[in-house]
């Protein structure tokens, strides 16, 4: 499975968001918004529909300019879409990022790939025992248009077992699983926490993350 070996390389000791602004046209999404995490924390963004989760989540990404503030890990700001920053983090977004036309392994190792993780790196037997671990290994032939949403996100949770960086920024991951699925979820999480990386997580729900976490609540400005 992955390590931590990213963020003992670069140091990962804080990530830290300073006044952060964001609008969409009239509309204040957050302003002045500030933060830091450091390593084994995770931070759990809540907020209604159009809170600006999903933005913010985007900001720390460096897919979406903030409006003001500035993004560090340690004393070094972050440039959206540099190296160091796709070394960093890893994001994941809300919608299932699955190709119907793919097979359940074939929409992972596709996934990995596009996350950057060399073929050469995992092995066979490595891949297959991620989809085992969240319970496809039967389904691992079958073509995504005859899996359920919950077994499309539980592709997902293999794609995290394998990923090795050190941030990772999720989206509202627990969409569409069972109970299993989110204690399986927090299982991953937990771990990543306890090798040393962090975790930005919309959520609504509860999760039974253990170790430091905390939650910052999202109200749209006027």
Request: net charge positive; with cysteine.
């Given at each position: 499975?992955?390590?931590?070996?990213?963020?003992?390389?670069?140091?990962?000791?804080?990530?830290?968001?300073?006044?952060?602004?964001?609008?969409?046209?009239?509309r204040g999404l957050f302003k002045d918004l500030s933060f830091q995490l450091r390593r084994g924390e995770a931070l759990i963004l809540r907020g209604a529909n159009g809170s600006?989760?999903?933005?913010?989540?985007?900001?720390?990404?460096?897919?979406?300019?903030?409006?003001?503030?500035?993004?560090?890990?340690?004393?070094?700001?972050?440039?959206?879409?540099?190296?160091?920053?796709?070394?960093?983090?890893?994001?994941?977004?809300?919608?299932?990022?699955?190709?119907?036309?793919?097979?359940?392994?074939?929409?992972?190792?596709?996934?990995?790939?596009?996350?950057?993780?060399?073929?050469?790196?995992?092995?066979?037997?490595?891949?297959?025992?991620?989809?085992?671990?969240?319970?496809?290994?039967?389904?691992?032939?079958?073509?995504?248009?005859?899996?359920?949403?919950?077994?499309?996100?539980?592709?997902?949770?293999?794609?995290?077992?394998?990923?090795?960086?050190?941030?990772?920024?999720?989206?509202?991951?627990?969409?569409?699983?069972?109970?299993?699925?989110?204690?399986?979820?927090?299982?991953?999480?937990?771990?990543?926490?306890?090798?040393?990386?962090?975790?930005?997580?919309?959520?609504?729900?509860?999760?039974?993350?253990?170790?430091?976490?905390?939650?910052?609540?999202?109200?749209?400005?006027?």
């Open positions: 499975m992955a390590s931590s070996a990213v963020a003992r390389d670069l140091g990962a000791d804080e990530f830290r968001a300073e006044g952060l602004s964001l609008s969409r046209g009239p600006g989760k999903t933005s913010l989540l985007r900001v720390l990404a460096g897919f979406t300019t903030p409006d003001a503030g500035a993004l560090f890990w340690n004393q070094q700001c972050l440039k959206p879409l540099a190296i160091t920053s796709r070394r960093l983090l890893f994001y994941v977004a809300h919608a299932n990022a699955i190709k119907d036309e793919l097979s359940a392994l074939e929409n992972l190792q596709d996934a990995l790939r596009i996350d950057g993780v060399a073929s050469a790196a995992l092995s066979p037997a490595t891949i297959l025992h991620a989809l085992d671990r969240v319970g496809l290994l039967s389904q691992r032939h079958l073509l995504a248009r005859k899996l359920s949403q919950g077994q499309k996100r539980r592709i997902g949770l293999a794609r995290l077992m394998l990923v090795d960086k050190p941030f990772w920024l999720l989206d509202e991951p627990t969409n569409a699983l069972d109970a299993e699925g989110v204690e399986l979820f927090a299982g991953i999480v937990n771990r990543h926490l306890a090798g040393g990386g962090m975790a930005c997580i919309a959520s609504h729900l509860t999760m039974p993350l253990q170790g430091t976490s905390s939650e910052l609540k999202l109200r749209a400005s006027a």
